[in-house]
């Protein structure tokens, strides 16, 4: 299964910073044996949603990460999210970062399926190993650190991992 982890253009100029949080998902993932994972370097090279969007229908991404650290980052992240999720109805759309802080906004006005509450890593893990016998939204309700929207519109929150 494809998965592919983005970050959002932060600044009005690209950043040379590491995108230190995305890459970290990337590694753990690798560590575990999960391999088939690509990082999409947004915030540098300034893809736009289109380019974006052909890149993640080409490589055959079935689970999209997106790193969205500052609040500026809404309106990318909904964009490529409800794009994504038209092409790709069966697939899995995961935020982190600190605008997943806004879980209720995203998760209802976005494509976002998920959002990851706390530090990533082995939230992600869990998702994506979950992921590996279910695509049913209810079926991620015992993985701490999410939040979702279950089958009767309200919003649930998982907890925190430890």
């Not at 998902?25 to 391999?35: A, F, H, M, N, S």
């Not at 939230?123 to 991620?140: G, P």
């Not at 015992?142 to 991992?161: C, F, H, K, Q, R």
Request: charged share 25%.
């Amino acid at each position: 299964m494809k998965i592919s982890i983005i970050n959002t253009p932060m600044r009005g100029v690209p950043d040379t910073f590491p995108p230190y949080g995305s890459l970290c998902l990337v590694q753990y993932l690798k560590k575990r044996g999960i391999t088939n994972v690509e990082f999409i370097n947004v915030d540098y090279f300034r893809y736009s949603v289109n380019e974006v969007l052909d890149k993640l229908i080409n490589n055959g991404t079935k689970i999209l990460g997106i790193s969205a650290v500052t609040s500026t980052a809404y309106t990318y992240s909904k964009e490529i999210s409800l794009k994504f999720k038209e092409k790709k109805p069966n697939s899995l759309i995961v935020l982190g970062g600190n605008l997943a802080a806004s879980a209720e906004i995203i998760l209802k006005k976005t494509g976002v399926d998920f959002c990851a509450l706390g530090e990533g890593e082995i939230i992600f893990y869990n998702l994506v190993k979950r992921a590996q016998e279910t695509k049913n939204i209810s079926d991620f309700k015992d993985i701490p650190g999410l939040a979702y929207i279950d089958e009767s519109g309200e919003v649930v929150n998982t907890g925190y991992e430890e």
